[in-house]
Protein backbone atom coordinates (compact mmCIF):
# COMPACT_ATOMS: atom_id res chain seq x y z
CA UNK A 1 0.00 0.00 0.00
CA UNK A 2 1.47 3.17 -1.17
CA UNK A 3 0.13 6.57 0.61
CA UNK A 4 1.22 9.95 -0.85
CA UNK A 5 3.12 11.92 2.10
CA UNK A 6 4.00 15.21 3.11
CA UNK A 7 5.73 17.57 1.27
CA UNK A 8 8.27 18.55 3.92
CA UNK A 9 8.24 22.62 3.91
CA UNK A 10 6.86 23.14 7.18
CA UNK A 11 4.47 21.66 10.11
CA UNK A 12 1.65 20.16 8.44
CA UNK A 13 -1.85 20.42 9.30
CA UNK A 14 -4.61 18.39 11.16
CA UNK A 15 -6.32 18.33 7.27
CA UNK A 16 -2.95 16.35 6.39
CA UNK A 17 -3.32 15.02 9.81
CA UNK A 18 -7.05 13.46 9.10
CA UNK A 19 -5.17 11.59 6.10
CA UNK A 20 -2.16 10.08 8.00
CA UNK A 21 -4.40 8.77 10.30
CA UNK A 22 -6.52 7.30 8.32
CA UNK A 23 -3.74 5.44 6.46
CA UNK A 24 -2.26 4.33 9.39
CA UNK A 25 -6.03 2.93 10.59
CA UNK A 26 -6.42 0.79 7.29
CA UNK A 27 -3.12 -0.75 7.50
CA UNK A 28 -3.96 -1.20 11.37
CA UNK A 29 -6.66 -3.11 10.02
CA UNK A 30 -5.76 -5.01 7.17
CA UNK A 31 -2.75 -6.40 9.26
CA UNK A 32 -5.60 -7.18 12.10
CA UNK A 33 -7.29 -8.69 9.16
CA UNK A 34 -4.21 -11.13 8.40
CA UNK A 35 -2.95 -9.39 5.18
CA UNK A 36 0.54 -9.21 5.81
CA UNK A 37 1.07 -5.00 4.42
CA UNK A 38 4.12 -3.47 3.37
CA UNK A 39 3.01 0.39 4.03
CA UNK A 40 5.18 3.01 1.96
CA UNK A 41 4.76 6.53 2.31
CA UNK A 42 6.82 9.03 0.50
CA UNK A 43 8.61 11.98 1.66
CA UNK A 44 8.22 15.33 -0.93
CA UNK A 45 11.80 16.71 -0.07
CA UNK A 46 12.21 18.02 -3.77
CA UNK A 47 9.17 21.02 -4.49
CA UNK A 48 9.39 25.12 -4.92
CA UNK A 49 7.82 25.31 -1.30
CA UNK A 50 11.04 23.71 0.17
CA UNK A 51 13.37 25.42 -2.17
CA UNK A 52 11.10 28.89 -1.26
CA UNK A 53 11.43 28.59 1.85
CA UNK A 54 15.34 27.70 2.22
CA UNK A 55 15.86 30.83 0.18
CA UNK A 56 13.90 32.61 2.90
CA UNK A 57 16.03 31.33 5.56
CA UNK A 58 19.44 31.45 3.49
CA UNK A 59 19.47 27.72 3.88
CA UNK A 60 20.03 24.89 1.84
CA UNK A 61 16.80 23.19 0.73
CA UNK A 62 18.07 19.78 2.78
CA UNK A 63 18.14 21.39 5.81
CA UNK A 64 14.55 22.42 5.33
CA UNK A 65 13.03 19.17 4.26
CA UNK A 66 15.43 16.90 7.26
CA UNK A 67 14.05 19.03 9.78
CA UNK A 68 10.34 18.61 8.87
CA UNK A 69 10.99 14.86 8.05
CA UNK A 70 11.62 14.80 11.86
CA UNK A 71 8.89 17.13 12.86
CA UNK A 72 6.56 15.08 10.54
CA UNK A 73 7.93 11.58 12.95
CA UNK A 74 7.32 13.74 16.41
CA UNK A 75 3.89 14.59 15.76
CA UNK A 76 2.83 11.77 13.58
CA UNK A 77 3.58 9.91 16.74
CA UNK A 78 1.38 12.17 18.84
CA UNK A 79 -1.18 11.04 16.96
CA UNK A 80 -1.23 7.36 17.81
CA UNK A 81 0.59 6.89 13.91
CA UNK A 82 2.63 4.19 13.65
CA UNK A 83 5.66 4.31 11.33
CA UNK A 84 5.34 2.85 7.68
CA UNK A 85 7.76 0.41 6.70
CA UNK A 86 9.54 2.52 4.19
CA UNK A 87 9.59 6.51 4.14
CA UNK A 88 11.48 7.16 0.58
CA UNK A 89 12.36 9.90 -0.50
CA UNK A 90 12.80 12.06 -4.00
CA UNK A 91 16.41 13.10 -3.79
CA UNK A 92 17.23 9.63 -2.96
CA UNK A 93 15.65 7.79 -6.32
CA UNK A 94 16.76 10.47 -8.53
CA UNK A 95 18.70 7.99 -10.86
CA UNK A 96 15.49 5.61 -10.65
CA UNK A 97 13.12 8.61 -11.46
CA UNK A 98 15.62 9.43 -14.51
CA UNK A 99 15.39 5.81 -15.80
CA UNK A 100 11.63 5.73 -15.76
CA UNK A 101 11.28 8.46 -17.37
CA UNK A 102 14.09 7.38 -20.36
CA UNK A 103 11.65 4.49 -20.51
CA UNK A 104 8.78 6.47 -20.80
CA UNK A 105 10.88 8.25 -24.02
CA UNK A 106 11.73 4.90 -25.23
CA UNK A 107 8.14 4.00 -25.67
CA UNK A 108 6.76 7.52 -27.47
CA UNK A 109 5.36 8.44 -24.47
CA UNK A 110 7.12 11.54 -23.45
CA UNK A 111 8.80 14.18 -25.01
CA UNK A 112 11.41 16.95 -24.87
CA UNK A 113 11.43 20.38 -24.90
CA UNK A 114 13.68 22.99 -23.82
CA UNK A 115 15.19 20.87 -21.50
CA UNK A 116 11.86 19.81 -20.03
CA UNK A 117 10.35 16.50 -20.27
CA UNK A 118 6.18 16.19 -20.36
CA UNK A 119 4.61 13.68 -20.70
CA UNK A 120 2.02 12.95 -24.19
CA UNK A 121 -1.34 12.80 -22.71
CA UNK A 122 -2.69 12.24 -26.02
CA UNK A 123 -0.73 8.69 -26.28
CA UNK A 124 -2.38 7.20 -23.61
CA UNK A 125 -5.93 6.22 -24.14
CA UNK A 126 -7.09 5.74 -20.71
CA UNK A 127 -6.02 9.18 -19.16
CA UNK A 128 -9.34 9.94 -17.37
CA UNK A 129 -10.49 7.46 -15.79
CA UNK A 130 -9.69 7.58 -12.67
CA UNK A 131 -11.54 10.76 -12.55
CA UNK A 132 -14.00 9.70 -14.30
CA UNK A 133 -13.25 12.57 -16.79
CA UNK A 134 -12.58 12.05 -20.72
CA UNK A 135 -9.87 14.02 -22.27
CA UNK A 136 -12.29 15.91 -24.16
CA UNK A 137 -13.66 17.36 -21.10
CA UNK A 138 -10.68 17.68 -19.89
CA UNK A 139 -9.40 19.48 -22.44
CA UNK A 140 -11.79 22.26 -22.54
CA UNK A 141 -11.42 23.21 -19.01
CA UNK A 142 -7.37 22.82 -18.89
CA UNK A 143 -5.77 26.57 -18.99
CA UNK A 144 -2.84 27.02 -21.69
CA UNK A 145 -0.03 28.29 -20.09
CA UNK A 146 1.81 29.88 -22.89
CA UNK A 147 5.07 30.04 -21.12
CA UNK A 148 5.52 26.52 -21.03
CA UNK A 149 6.67 24.38 -24.00
CA UNK A 150 4.02 21.62 -24.23
CA UNK A 151 2.44 19.95 -27.11
CA UNK A 152 -0.87 20.08 -25.55
CA UNK A 153 -2.46 22.29 -22.22
CA UNK A 154 -2.81 18.54 -20.43
CA UNK A 155 0.75 17.44 -21.14
CA UNK A 156 2.66 17.29 -17.96
CA UNK A 157 6.24 17.76 -16.50
CA UNK A 158 8.44 14.94 -15.67
CA UNK A 159 11.45 16.90 -15.45
CA UNK A 160 11.49 20.38 -15.39
CA UNK A 161 15.91 22.15 -16.88
CA UNK A 162 17.30 23.53 -13.97
CA UNK A 163 16.85 27.79 -13.05
CA UNK A 164 19.83 29.37 -12.76
CA UNK A 165 21.34 28.38 -8.89
CA UNK A 166 18.18 25.72 -8.07
CA UNK A 167 18.52 22.54 -6.69
CA UNK A 168 19.60 20.21 -9.71
CA UNK A 169 21.09 16.82 -11.50
CA UNK A 170 22.19 15.96 -14.43
CA UNK A 171 20.05 13.71 -16.97
CA UNK A 172 20.32 12.64 -20.36
CA UNK A 173 18.29 16.10 -20.76
CA UNK A 174 20.28 18.36 -19.24
CA UNK A 175 20.65 19.50 -15.64
CA UNK A 176 17.10 19.66 -13.84
CA UNK A 177 14.79 17.99 -11.46
CA UNK A 178 11.75 15.45 -11.55
CA UNK A 179 8.32 16.93 -11.62
CA UNK A 180 5.77 16.35 -8.90
CA UNK A 181 3.98 13.05 -10.16
CA UNK A 182 6.81 11.35 -11.31
CA UNK A 183 8.14 10.11 -8.05
CA UNK A 184 5.03 8.21 -6.49
CA UNK A 185 5.23 6.11 -9.73
CA UNK A 186 9.01 5.65 -9.94
CA UNK A 187 9.14 4.98 -5.78
CA UNK A 188 5.83 2.96 -5.35
CA UNK A 189 7.46 0.72 -8.44
CA UNK A 190 10.80 0.51 -7.08
CA UNK A 191 9.44 -0.87 -3.63
CA UNK A 192 6.50 -2.56 -4.24
CA UNK A 193 5.96 -3.70 -7.85
CA UNK A 194 3.88 -2.74 -10.96
CA UNK A 195 0.95 -3.59 -9.75
CA UNK A 196 0.05 -2.36 -5.75
CA UNK A 197 -3.29 -3.47 -4.15
CA UNK A 198 -3.84 0.26 -2.39
CA UNK A 199 -3.01 3.43 -3.52
CA UNK A 200 -4.30 6.64 -1.96
CA UNK A 201 -4.15 10.47 -0.08
CA UNK A 202 -6.74 13.13 0.35
CA UNK A 203 -8.88 13.61 -2.59
CA UNK A 204 -7.44 16.92 -3.80
CA UNK A 205 -4.91 14.40 -4.94
CA UNK A 206 -7.54 12.36 -7.80
CA UNK A 207 -6.73 15.05 -10.55
CA UNK A 208 -4.54 15.37 -11.74
CA UNK A 209 -1.49 13.58 -9.44
CA UNK A 210 -3.14 10.31 -9.12
CA UNK A 211 -4.35 10.13 -13.02
CA UNK A 212 -1.27 11.35 -13.73
CA UNK A 213 0.49 8.41 -11.67
CA UNK A 214 -1.77 5.98 -13.27
CA UNK A 215 -1.23 7.38 -16.75
CA UNK A 216 2.91 7.40 -16.44
CA UNK A 217 3.01 4.12 -14.48
CA UNK A 218 0.56 1.77 -16.82
CA UNK A 219 2.11 3.65 -20.03
CA UNK A 220 5.63 2.06 -18.49
CA UNK A 221 4.38 -1.27 -17.81
CA UNK A 222 1.23 -2.08 -19.16
CA UNK A 223 0.20 -3.54 -16.23
CA UNK A 224 -2.51 -1.82 -13.72
CA UNK A 225 -0.97 0.32 -11.44
CA UNK A 226 -3.32 -0.31 -8.24
CA UNK A 227 -5.91 -1.87 -7.69
CA UNK A 228 -7.95 -0.40 -5.07
CA UNK A 229 -7.99 3.77 -4.54
CA UNK A 230 -8.51 5.31 -1.29
CA UNK A 231 -9.19 9.08 -1.30
CA UNK A 232 -9.77 10.89 2.27
CA UNK A 233 -11.73 13.15 2.08
CA UNK A 234 -11.17 17.23 3.48
CA UNK A 235 -10.89 18.29 6.63
CA UNK A 236 -12.84 21.25 6.30
CA UNK A 237 -13.31 24.96 8.74
CA UNK A 238 -16.17 26.57 7.66
CA UNK A 239 -16.99 24.10 4.63
CA UNK A 240 -13.88 25.12 3.02
CA UNK A 241 -11.00 23.25 3.01
CA UNK A 242 -7.50 23.19 5.16
CA UNK A 243 -5.28 24.66 3.81
CA UNK A 244 -1.63 26.48 4.09
CA UNK A 245 -2.73 28.45 1.49
CA UNK A 246 -6.21 29.63 2.68
CA UNK A 247 -4.62 30.33 6.37
CA UNK A 248 -7.83 28.77 7.81
CA UNK A 249 -5.27 25.66 9.29
CA UNK A 250 -4.34 24.70 12.96
CA UNK A 251 -1.45 22.02 13.50
CA UNK A 252 -1.27 19.50 16.00
CA UNK A 253 0.35 21.09 18.15
CA UNK A 254 -2.07 23.93 18.37
CA UNK A 255 -4.36 20.85 19.11
CA UNK A 256 -2.11 19.76 21.92
CA UNK A 257 -2.12 22.45 24.15
CA UNK A 258 -5.74 22.15 24.81
CA UNK A 259 -6.48 18.57 23.87
CA UNK A 260 -4.89 15.19 24.09
CA UNK A 261 -4.47 14.16 20.39
CA UNK A 262 -6.48 11.02 20.66
CA UNK A 263 -9.40 12.80 20.80
CA UNK A 264 -8.24 14.29 17.44
CA UNK A 265 -7.74 10.32 15.97
CA UNK A 266 -11.18 9.58 17.97
CA UNK A 267 -13.02 12.87 16.14
CA UNK A 268 -11.52 11.60 12.45
CA UNK A 269 -12.17 7.97 13.27
CA UNK A 270 -15.73 9.00 13.80
CA UNK A 271 -16.45 10.00 10.31
CA UNK A 272 -16.50 7.76 7.02
CA UNK A 273 -13.02 8.40 5.07
CA UNK A 274 -14.87 9.47 2.42
CA UNK A 275 -17.02 12.35 3.59
CA UNK A 276 -15.89 15.86 5.03
CA UNK A 277 -15.62 16.79 7.96
CA UNK A 278 -16.22 20.00 9.16
CA UNK A 279 -13.98 20.77 11.85
CA UNK A 280 -14.53 23.07 14.94
CA UNK A 281 -14.58 23.10 18.61
CA UNK A 282 -17.87 21.87 19.56
CA UNK A 283 -16.74 18.47 17.05
CA UNK A 284 -14.00 18.16 18.86
CA UNK A 285 -15.31 18.37 22.72
CA UNK A 286 -18.07 15.86 21.52
CA UNK A 287 -15.34 13.62 20.19
CA UNK A 288 -13.98 13.82 23.60
CA UNK A 289 -17.13 13.08 25.31
CA UNK A 290 -17.39 9.70 23.17
CA UNK A 291 -13.47 8.71 23.88
CA UNK A 292 -14.19 9.62 27.32
CA UNK A 293 -16.66 7.14 27.53
CA UNK A 294 -14.83 4.35 25.85
CA UNK A 295 -12.13 5.26 28.74
CA UNK A 296 -14.69 4.60 31.45
CA UNK A 297 -16.03 1.40 30.52
CA UNK A 298 -12.22 0.24 29.75
CA UNK A 299 -11.48 1.86 33.70
CA UNK A 300 -14.71 -0.29 34.65
CA UNK A 301 -13.82 -3.56 33.84
CA UNK A 302 -10.08 -3.39 34.54
CA UNK A 303 -11.63 -2.15 37.89
CA UNK A 304 -14.42 -5.51 38.18
CA UNK A 305 -11.18 -7.56 37.11
CA UNK A 306 -9.54 -6.48 40.20
CA UNK A 307 -12.28 -7.25 42.31
CA UNK A 308 -13.86 -10.26 40.82
CA UNK A 309 -14.10 -14.01 42.00
CA UNK A 310 -11.76 -16.25 40.11
CA UNK A 311 -14.28 -19.33 40.05
CA UNK A 312 -15.42 -21.29 37.19
CA UNK A 313 -17.70 -19.37 35.21
CA UNK A 314 -21.91 -20.57 34.71
CA UNK A 315 -23.14 -22.16 31.48
CA UNK A 316 -24.96 -18.74 30.67
CA UNK A 317 -21.71 -16.42 31.22
CA UNK A 318 -20.13 -18.48 28.92
CA UNK A 319 -23.65 -18.60 27.00
CA UNK A 320 -23.32 -14.15 27.09
CA UNK A 321 -19.58 -14.42 26.29
CA UNK A 322 -20.26 -16.60 23.15
CA UNK A 323 -23.13 -13.92 22.04
CA UNK A 324 -20.36 -11.57 22.69
CA UNK A 325 -18.66 -12.49 19.73
CA UNK A 326 -21.28 -11.08 17.60
CA UNK A 327 -19.25 -7.65 18.07
CA UNK A 328 -16.67 -8.50 16.50
CA UNK A 329 -18.21 -10.36 13.20
CA UNK A 330 -20.21 -6.96 13.08
CA UNK A 331 -17.36 -4.61 13.54
CA UNK A 332 -15.18 -6.76 10.71
CA UNK A 333 -18.30 -6.81 8.07
CA UNK A 334 -18.94 -2.59 8.74
CA UNK A 335 -15.33 -2.31 8.64
CA UNK A 336 -14.57 -4.42 5.36
CA UNK A 337 -17.61 -2.36 3.67
CA UNK A 338 -15.11 0.18 2.35
CA UNK A 339 -13.68 0.68 5.49
CA UNK A 340 -16.14 2.05 7.57
CA UNK A 341 -14.75 3.81 10.98
CA UNK A 342 -17.41 5.25 11.88
CA UNK A 343 -19.84 2.40 11.51
CA UNK A 344 -16.76 0.31 13.06
CA UNK A 345 -16.89 2.50 16.28
CA UNK A 346 -20.80 2.59 16.71
CA UNK A 347 -20.60 -1.24 17.22
CA UNK A 348 -17.72 -0.89 20.24
CA UNK A 349 -20.29 1.26 21.61
CA UNK A 350 -22.96 -1.19 21.32
CA UNK A 351 -20.44 -3.78 22.70
CA UNK A 352 -19.56 -1.32 25.72
CA UNK A 353 -22.93 -0.97 26.52
CA UNK A 354 -23.92 -4.62 26.71
CA UNK A 355 -21.06 -5.19 28.77
CA UNK A 356 -21.41 -2.16 30.99
CA UNK A 357 -25.46 -3.57 31.52
CA UNK A 358 -24.68 -7.37 31.77
CA UNK A 359 -21.75 -7.99 34.40
CA UNK A 360 -20.87 -7.16 37.78
CA UNK A 361 -18.23 -7.89 40.53
CA UNK A 362 -20.08 -10.96 41.07
CA UNK A 363 -19.07 -12.08 37.22
CA UNK A 364 -16.59 -14.70 36.72
CA UNK A 365 -12.84 -13.10 36.82
CA UNK A 366 -12.33 -15.06 33.23
CA UNK A 367 -15.47 -13.52 31.85
CA UNK A 368 -14.71 -10.11 32.40
CA UNK A 369 -10.92 -10.53 31.21
CA UNK A 370 -12.72 -12.25 27.95
CA UNK A 371 -14.75 -9.18 27.47
CA UNK A 372 -12.30 -7.13 28.18
CA UNK A 373 -9.90 -8.23 25.92
CA UNK A 374 -12.83 -8.44 23.06
CA UNK A 375 -13.03 -4.69 23.23
CA UNK A 376 -9.61 -3.84 23.93
CA UNK A 377 -9.08 -5.70 20.44
CA UNK A 378 -11.29 -3.65 18.17
CA UNK A 379 -9.83 -0.27 20.21
CA UNK A 380 -6.33 -0.96 19.10
CA UNK A 381 -7.50 -2.00 15.53
CA UNK A 382 -8.30 1.79 15.62
CA UNK A 383 -4.99 3.00 17.46
CA UNK A 384 -7.40 3.98 20.25
CA UNK A 385 -7.27 3.63 24.27
CA UNK A 386 -3.74 3.13 23.95
CA UNK A 387 -2.78 5.39 26.19
CA UNK A 388 -0.43 3.99 29.35
CA UNK A 389 -1.66 5.06 32.98
CA UNK A 390 -2.63 8.20 33.41
CA UNK A 391 -0.73 10.75 34.85
CA UNK A 392 0.44 10.06 38.41
CA UNK A 393 -1.95 11.86 40.60
CA UNK A 394 1.28 12.07 43.17
CA UNK A 395 3.08 13.77 40.60
CA UNK A 396 0.38 16.65 40.03
CA UNK A 397 -0.18 17.19 43.44
CA UNK A 398 3.82 17.64 44.13
CA UNK A 399 3.73 20.42 41.15
CA UNK A 400 1.11 21.96 43.02
CA UNK A 401 3.13 22.15 45.80
CA UNK A 402 6.15 23.79 44.51
CA UNK A 403 3.58 26.03 42.93
CA UNK A 404 2.27 27.17 46.31
CA UNK A 405 6.14 27.01 47.40
CA UNK A 406 6.89 29.44 44.59
CA UNK A 407 4.40 31.93 44.80
CA UNK A 408 4.75 32.53 49.24
CA UNK A 409 8.48 33.29 47.67
CA UNK A 410 6.98 35.68 45.23
CA UNK A 411 8.48 33.75 42.77
CA UNK A 412 6.04 34.35 39.83
CA UNK A 413 7.78 33.29 37.20
CA UNK A 414 8.08 29.87 38.28
CA UNK A 415 4.41 29.38 39.45
CA UNK A 416 3.52 30.38 36.01
CA UNK A 417 5.42 28.26 34.47
CA UNK A 418 4.27 25.23 36.86
CA UNK A 419 1.03 26.65 35.81
CA UNK A 420 1.36 26.03 32.02
CA UNK A 421 3.35 23.06 32.22
CA UNK A 422 0.49 21.47 33.92
CA UNK A 423 -2.21 23.20 31.45
CA UNK A 424 0.17 21.26 28.53
CA UNK A 425 -0.43 17.84 30.21
CA UNK A 426 -3.80 18.68 30.46
CA UNK A 427 -4.22 19.79 33.88
CA UNK A 428 -6.18 22.83 34.73
CA UNK A 429 -5.49 24.75 38.47
CA UNK A 430 -7.96 26.76 40.24
CA UNK A 431 -7.14 28.91 42.76
CA UNK A 432 -10.20 28.19 44.96
CA UNK A 433 -10.97 29.47 48.53
CA UNK A 434 -10.23 26.23 50.11
CA UNK A 435 -7.11 26.53 48.24
CA UNK A 436 -6.09 24.85 44.90
CA UNK A 437 -8.14 22.54 43.19
CA UNK A 438 -7.71 20.93 40.24
CA UNK A 439 -9.32 19.22 37.14
CA UNK A 440 -8.24 17.50 34.08
CA UNK A 441 -9.61 19.21 30.80
P1 LIG B 1 0.69 17.83 1.10
O1 LIG B 1 1.81 17.95 2.07
O2 LIG B 1 -0.02 19.10 0.82
O3 LIG B 1 1.12 17.11 -0.17
O4 LIG B 1 -0.43 16.90 1.78
C1 LIG B 1 -0.19 15.66 2.38
C2 LIG B 1 -1.46 14.83 2.37
O5 LIG B 1 -2.52 15.50 3.07
C3 LIG B 1 -2.01 14.56 0.97
O6 LIG B 1 -2.49 13.23 0.91
C4 LIG B 1 -3.16 15.54 0.84
O7 LIG B 1 -4.12 15.10 -0.07
C5 LIG B 1 -3.69 15.55 2.26
N1 LIG B 1 -4.48 16.76 2.60
C6 LIG B 1 -4.13 18.06 2.41
N2 LIG B 1 -5.07 18.91 2.89
C7 LIG B 1 -6.07 18.14 3.39
C8 LIG B 1 -7.32 18.41 4.05
N3 LIG B 1 -7.75 19.66 4.28
N4 LIG B 1 -8.08 17.36 4.44
C9 LIG B 1 -7.66 16.07 4.22
N5 LIG B 1 -6.48 15.75 3.63
C10 LIG B 1 -5.68 16.76 3.20
ZN1 LIG C 1 1.84 10.83 -4.81
Given at each position: ???????V????????????????????????????????QN??????K???????????????????IQ?????SK???????????????????II???????????A????????F???R??????L?K?N????????????????R???????W?A?KP?????????G????????EC?????????E?I????G???????H???????????????????????????ID?????K???????????????????????????H?????????????????????????????????E??????????????LE??????N?????????????D????????????????D??????????????????????G??G???????ED??????????A????????????????K??????????Q?V?????
Open positions: MYACGPTYDYFHIGNARTFIIFDALRKYLEYRGYDVTFVFTDVDDIINRAKEEGVPPGEISEKFIYFEDTLGIEKADIYPKVTENIEEEFIGELMDKGYYESGGDVYDVSYEDYGKSQLEELQLGARVEVSEQKNPLDFVLKAGELSWESPWAGRPGWHISTMSNKYLGTDIHGGRDLIFPHENEIAQSEARSGKPFANYWLHVGYLNDKKMSSLGNFFTPREIAKEFDLENFRFLILSAYRNPVNFNRELLESAKNGLDRLYTGKNNLEYLINAEDRIPMENEKEWNLKQYKRFNEVMDDDFNTAGIAVIFDLVREINTNVEKAAKQILQEAYDLFMELTSVLLLKKEETLEIERLIEERQKRKEKNFELSDKIRDDLEKGIILEDTPGKWRRV
